[in-house]
């Protein structure tokens, strides 16, 4: 999802290069809460492979729903703080960059979508395997969720609130883009 970054950026306009900053904040708050629940379900499972898992939806129900949660936040699910950024970056690049570009981004986007889609489809559905049954799987405990909860709030706050952010990425990127946009036409880039 940081290609969403250097798309935007490299579009010099002002809504890519907000769209670029916003998508590395976004970018920062769910990869961090993936990373975290992916550890905690490794550990739990004794696995990082996708073949040895299945129905853990079964086993841990909360869990698997950050992990649902988390996935379409990093898809960019409207009202969650992937979407902002990556809008941002695509309405930049389809109105400073040569179509080409934005297009195969979009294809980027529908192939990472499908990947994570099936390996979420892998991981959490279908049968629990036996050797988790001997395991007994635990669920998310409540220190865990102490750290989960709140980057899972603020993925929300980031989707649903995306102005309290703008606000400051724009002090920074308004000016910056009216320098670029200014040194382009005086042939200056």
Same mark, same amino acid.
């Given at each position: 999802h940081m290609g969403y970054v250097l798309l935007g950026v490299a579009s010099l306009t002002e809504a890519g290069l907000a769209g670029g900053v916003f998508q590395m904040l976004a970018h920062g708050v769910i990869t961090g809460l993936l990373f975290l629940l992916v550890g905690l379900m490794s550990h739990r499972t004794e696995t990082r492979?996708? $073949?040895?898992?299945?129905?853990?939806?079964?086993?841990?129900?909360?869990?698997?729903?950050?992990?649902?949660?988390?996935?379409?936040?990093?898809?960019?699910?409207?009202?969650?703080?992937?979407?902002?950024?990556?809008?941002?970056?695509?309405?930049?690049?389809?109105?400073?960059?040569? #179509? =080409?570009?934005?297009?195969?981004?979009?294809?980027?986007?529908?192939?990472?979508?499908?990947?994570?889609? #099936?390996?979420?489809?892998?991981?959490?559905?279908?049968?629990?395997?036996?050797?988790?049954?001997?395991?007994?799987?635990? %669920?998310?405990?409540? #220190?865990?969720?102490?750290? =989960?909860?709140?980057?899972?709030?603020?993925? =929300?706050?980031?989707?649903?609130?995306?102005?309290?952010?703008? %606000?400051?990425?724009?002090?920074? =990127?308004?000016?910056?883009?009216?320098?670029?946009?200014?040194?382009?036409?005086? $042939?200056?880039?």
């Amino acid at each position: 999802h940081m290609g969403y970054v250097l798309l935007g950026v490299a579009s010099l306009t002002e809504a890519g290069l907000a769209g670029g900053v916003f998508q590395m904040l976004a970018h920062g708050v769910i990869t961090g809460l993936l990373f975290l629940l992916v550890g905690l379900m490794s550990h739990r499972t004794e696995t990082r492979l996708l $073949g040895e898992l299945g129905g853990l939806l079964k086993g841990m129900p909360i869990l698997i729903g950050f992990l649902s949660f988390t996935i379409f936040a990093s898809l960019g699910l409207p009202g969650l703080a992937g979407f902002i950024g990556e809008v941002l970056a695509f309405i930049g690049a389809f109105s400073g960059l040569p #179509w =080409v570009f934005p297009v195969v981004s979009l294809l980027g986007l529908l192939v990472t979508a499908g990947f994570f889609l #099936w390996a979420l489809q892998r991981t959490a559905l279908g049968e629990l395997p036996e050797r988790f049954h001997k395991n007994h799987l635990h %669920d998310l405990y409540g #220190w865990e969720g102490a750290a =989960v909860v709140p980057l899972a709030a603020l993925a =929300v706050l980031l989707g649903v609130l995306p102005g309290v952010a703008m %606000d400051l990425i724009n002090t920074a =990127v308004v000016p910056l883009a009216q320098t670029l946009q200014a040194a382009l036409v005086s $042939g200056g880039m």
